[in-house]
């Protein structure tokens, strides 16, 4: 039987991806199969790749004493649509907690000339703000500060697992009772550091890439920003809310391997997955869908691989996957909280995305790719997998609401 | 996390700071700030330095020479730490110890060199080495290779109390069976773009700039250093009956705001410490909201343990090195609060029980 105080559920998702605001705006983007990456020159001089980039939206502004970095200002975008779907007011709010992820922090305000000659750059007019927003916790207090919101506040950096972690950590303070609700995901921006640093690791695929294929030749960087409103079931059913979906499993694990490579039999990840299902209490044959991290890189998809093909071994059938980086890049501490939200997605919606331009996938008899077209299906639980560098993993099952 | 919970136990410190790299306790001596010469100031500066020292010659076998100092302290302190626990990890389930490090600043040192790689070569030739060392979350990564540790690996970040939300986090995990024994690492290290902002912001002592004694001090001495506990569930203390406990962690709580009085009796239960353990940031403790509060919840009778300017100087990290100087006072055992206010930043609160 359900204790409705120790399940959490999700009743608001806000979303600021390439395709706009929204889970509607994702949803109908992605579901038509709009891949958003595009050939990209303006991030820094001399760079020519692909990736897909947040424009021509509204951001929030400065004023004479807060800097928001893009980094904040795609969080806060994404905790407002969140606490409008919410079905409830912002001064409920007040008194929750916030837990933001993030990699790139407050890097997008600083510029080369910091390094050789800090304190001239800081005299400058208002770098003295922009340097306040480096840190990585920065981007929870914008949240904070923006909505007037007092409860716990921290920020989770983990690499690219970061967007999940956040989500998952403040599942346990709701345990806890350390918040009552709770603001929760990630946020990242395209940036000259990551963009030269990924380039410098020649990770990239110059084109549009190809999650799962033989054929992959590296990730495409994106940027933007998703929070859940997270709660328990007793206090969703007391003020009559709207339940998205319910978060029956996460658990977090580390690879022990390598700064950069996951370990290529995927076993850390394996075991993160397993532990998901044991909190679910479910088994492998109850997943009906995978988001997979699927970055598109050689060492990543492999392992991922070898992760499911462990982990879901004995199932009846084949476990369906599919990468959504395909879409709209990877998002580094974004994206496993905008990875949530496309699961969350698809478990309301019964579609199954296929992950774009894979035509020949890695050869693996226990997964089923998704490819072509959107398949719809019911589907009362899926899996959100995140793996990040220094071999950090993070999964989550969200089961629908209405279970 | 509630005094109801079951009580999670410090059985092993480990520090790196400007007294050396430390297993346990940290000596009490008097500390003066050096001055500055690992890169050009204009006109000496001081600060709360690390002294260089080889990794290898405290943890034998250890390589650090591509590492962010932050990720090389992280290293030592977190095997000073489990040394001082008396583990064995061939004995541990290395799937269930996890690793929860708090830090402001990250790996400032090789994001400065990366800037500098970028500004002398261009954004199309950068270190392809140096990038992943930039990450936040390079220690802790650094930490679980090292040790073989594949529970969670959560790096946290918190304006004014990320120590404390370190500990709270990783008693979580250990309350929800995430895992059965933490390491627990806080810290920071001091680079020109972090001091120069400090100095800039009009936030230093007078103490940054002279030798000479000053009577109250406005602003702070900057410092670095990473401190580690390992933290076990208080089951699998029972089981090793020869653990050594320092504190025992029963409750915890932080906000951004709200009422703070109320709100740290909710979480206290009941309790009403006999001591306090000013965590801080940066005010004179003696005359501070923190000593306010303190003896708002516990009374003017309770004790007060001031904070040392050294662990005031890391800011948001400082909260284990508060612990670890506080407990090194020897303090009477009994039930205490490791407590920090940031004005209108909001507060954090743990109840402890010192063993």
Redesign the interface.
């Known amino acids: 039987m359900t204790d409705i105080h120790k399940t959490i559920v999700v009743t608001g998702v806000g979303v600021i991806s390439p395709y706009g605001i929204g889970l509607d705006c994702l949803q109908a983007g992605m579901l038509s199969r709009k891949c958003c990456l595009a050939p990209t020159q303006d991030v820094?001089?001399?760079?020519e790749g692909t990736t897909a980039q947040v424009r021509g939206l509204s951001l929030p502004a400065d004023d004479s004493s807060y800097r928001y970095s893009r980094t904040d200002q795609l969080a806060v975008v994404a905790a407002q649509d969140a606490i409008a779907n919410s079905s409830c007011d912002s001064s409920t709010f007040h008194?929750s907690g916030?837990v933001m992820a993030n990699?790139v922090?407050g890097?997008t305000e600083?510029d080369?000339?910091?390094?050789?000659d800090?304190?001239a750059w800081?005299?400058r007019p208002r770098r003295?703000l922009r340097?306040?927003s480096?840190?990585?916790?920065?981007v929870?207090?914008a949240v904070?500060e923006h909505f007037g919101?007092?409860?716990?506040?921290?920020?989770?950096?983990?690499?690219c697992a970061s967007g999940a972690?956040a989500i998952a950590?403040a599942a346990?303070?709701l345990?806890?009772?350390?918040a009552s609700i709770i603001l929760a995901g990630g946020s990242d921006p395209l940036c000259?550091?990551t963009?030269?640093?990924?380039?410098?690791?020649?990770a990239l695929d110059p084109n549009p890439c190809s999650p799962f294929d033989q054929n992959r030749n590296g990730l495409n960087l994106g940027e933007g920003a998703a929070v859940l409103v997270l709660e328990t079931l007793a206090r969703a059913s007391a003020r009559n809310a709207n339940v998205v979906a319910v978060l029956r499993g996460w658990?977090?694990?580390?690879?022990?391997?390598?700064?950069?490579a996951p370990h290529k039999e995927g076993s850390?990840l394996a075991?993160c997955i397993r532990l998901s299902m044991e909190m679910a209490e479910v088994g492998g044959d109850a997943i009906g869908y995978v988001n997979a991290h699927g970055t598109g890189t050689p060492l990543n998809d492999i392992a991922e691989a070898n992760a499911y093909e462990s982990a879901f071994r004995g199932r009846n059938h084949p476990i369906p996957v599919s990468s959504t980086k395909s879409y709209f890049g990877h998002c580094l501490g974004a994206a496993g909280a905008l990875e949530a939200a496309v699961t969350i997605m698809a478990v309301r919606s019964g579609a199954l995305l296929p992950t774009l331009r894979l035509t020949n996938p890695i050869e693996s008899p226990g997964i089923d790719w998704l490819k072509g077209e959107v398949k719809r299906q019911p589907l009362p639980l899926a899996m959100s997998v995140s793996s990040?560098?220094?071999?950090?993993n993070t999964v989550l099952i969200f089961g629908s609401g209405r279970s | 996390m509630t005094p109801n919970s079951p009580p999670v136990v410090i059985t092993g410190i480990g520090s790196v700071s400007p007294y050396g790299p430390l297993a346990g306790l940290i000596p009490q001596s008097p500390l003066e700030p050096r001055t500055i010469t690992a890169w050009t100031t204009a006109g000496p500066r001081r600060a709360f330095l690390v002294q260089p020292f080889r990794a290898a010659s405290v943890v034998p076998g250890l390589k650090t020479r591509r590492l962010d100092r932050l990720s090389a302290w992280a290293l030592v302190a977190s095997s000073l730490a489990i040394t001082d626990a008396g583990i064995d990890l061939d004995q541990v389930d290395r799937s269930r110890v996890a690793v929860v490090f708090a830090t402001a600043f990250g790996c400032i040192e090789l994001t400065e060199a990366f800037y500098l790689s970028a500004a002398a070569n261009g954004w199309n030739g950068t270190d392809p080495s140096t990038f992943p060392e930039t990450l936040p979350s390079a220690p802790a990564s650094h930490v679980s290779m090292f040790h073989g540790l594949r529970g969670p690996n959560v790096t946290v970040g918190n304006k004014y109390f990320a120590g404390e939300t370190a500990l709270i986090q990783a008693a979580s995990l250990l309350r929800h069976g995430q895992a059965d024994l933490a390491i627990v690492l806080a810290g920071d290290a001091l680079a020109p773009t972090l001091y120069s902002w400090y100095e800039v912001a009009g936030l230093l002592s007078p103490a940054c700039y002279s030798s000479e004694p000053l009577p109250e001090d406005g602003g702070f001495i900057p410092s670095e250093g990473v401190a580690a506990f390992v933290m076990e569930s208080s089951g699998r203390g029972a089981i090793r009956s020869d653990a050594r406990s320092y504190a025992s962690i029963r409750s915890g709580c932080w906000a951004a705001g709200g009422q703070p009085a109320e709100i740290i009796r909710h979480m206290l239960g009941g309790s009403v410490p006999s001591l306090t353990v000013c965590s801080g940031n940066g005010a004179p403790c003696a005359t501070s909201p923190t000593t306010a509060l303190a003896r708002a919840i516990s009374g003017d009778g309770a004790g007060i343990i001031l904070p040392q300017p050294f662990a005031l100087g890391l800011a948001g990290t400082g909260a284990l090195f508060h612990l670890i100087l506080a407990l090194s006072s020897r303090p009477h055992n009994g039930q205490a609060a490791l407590l920090a206010t940031a004005g209108d930043g909001g507060f954090a609160a743990l109840l402890l029980e010192l063993l």
């Open positions: 820094y001089p001399g760079f008194e916030v990699t922090g890097l600083i080369t000339g910091i390094a050789k800090p304190a800081y005299r003295l340097g306040a480096y840190p990585f916790a920065h929870a207090d904070g919101i007092h409860g716990p506040r921290c920020a989770i950096s983990v690499a972690m950590l346990n303070m345990l806890d009772g350390a000259a550091f963009l030269s640093g990924f380039n410098s690791l020649r658990a977090m694990t580390n690879d022990a391997f390598h700064t950069t850390g075991d990040g560098f220094g071999g950090g």
